[in-house]
């Protein structure tokens, strides 16, 4: 199935450093999404990527979907506590889903 | 509230045991599905369904049954669990397949002893 890697799978940072998290696949991606599950909870849905070389933004959270479809990322600035948790990006093939295996981000006060 | 209710929400049972964990939904979601959380290999997809009575296999169906007989309910049944079946489920709901984000259950984790 389509697969897609993520890095790195582990990042601590101190509290308002940025963090960025790297999504990248083999193949040209239809679209893509990010989600974020906290420590102890549920996926929780970002945000979907369509277009080739989108760029969205939700507060300091921006999101990208490169030029070729193969790849995104995920940029938080000035990370907060609250941002802690694991981040998913989801690839598809028709209704099938696939998970990356995550970038887990640990905020220090 | 819009949600995904999963039952139980812990879960422990002996090998061979008949177990079924629900999952249901109120937003009027046509696409559902079952995933699996472990250390080390993330979320994987168990089945799927498109509309009631579709339901397709995902990555890991092996040991697992769906239906799908009305919209808002998918259950999970596992007719003889296994300890590899140990595991964080969780059910997903989104507006139609792929081109929507899913909502997720709170989660359900399943001992097999």
């Known amino acids: 199935g389509q697969q897609v890697m993520q890095i790195p799978q582990y990042q601590h940072v101190q509290e308002g450093e940025d963090f960025t998290t790297y999504c990248n696949s083999s193949?040209?991606?239809?679209?893509i999404q990010w989600y974020k599950q906290r420590p102890g909870g549920h996926p929780v849905f970002l945000i979907q990527l369509v277009k080739s070389g989108e760029v969205k933004k939700q507060k300091r959270l921006t999101f990208q979907f490169g030029e070729a479809k193969k790849n995104s990322s995920l940029h938080i600035t000035a990370t907060q506590t609250t941002d802690v948790g694991t981040y998913f990006c989801?690839?598809?093939?028709?209704?099938?889903?696939?998970f990356g295996t995550g970038t887990s981000l640990t905020v220090i006060p | 509230e819009a949600q995904v209710t999963q039952n139980p929400r812990y879960l422990i049972t002996v090998t061979g045991k008949k177990l079924t964990v629900t999952c249901s939904q109120n937003?009027?979601?046509?696409?559902m599905s079952w995933y699996r959380q472990d250390p080390g290999l993330g979320l994987r997809q168990i089945y799927y369904s498109m509309n009631v009575e579709v339901t397709d296999k995902g990555d890991v169906p092996e040991g697992y049954k769906v239906s799908r007989k009305e919209k808002r309910n998918f259950p999970l049944i596992l007719e003889s669990p296994s300890p590899n079946q140990t595991s964080l489920y969780f059910c997903a709901s989104s507006l139609s397949g792929a081109l929507y984000g899913y909502t997720f259950g709170s989660g359900t984790r399943l001992t097999v002893v």
């Open positions: 937003m009027n979601h046509e696409y």
């Open positions: 989801v690839s598809h093939t028709g209704n099938q889903f696939y």
């Open positions: 193949t040209t991606l239809s679209n």
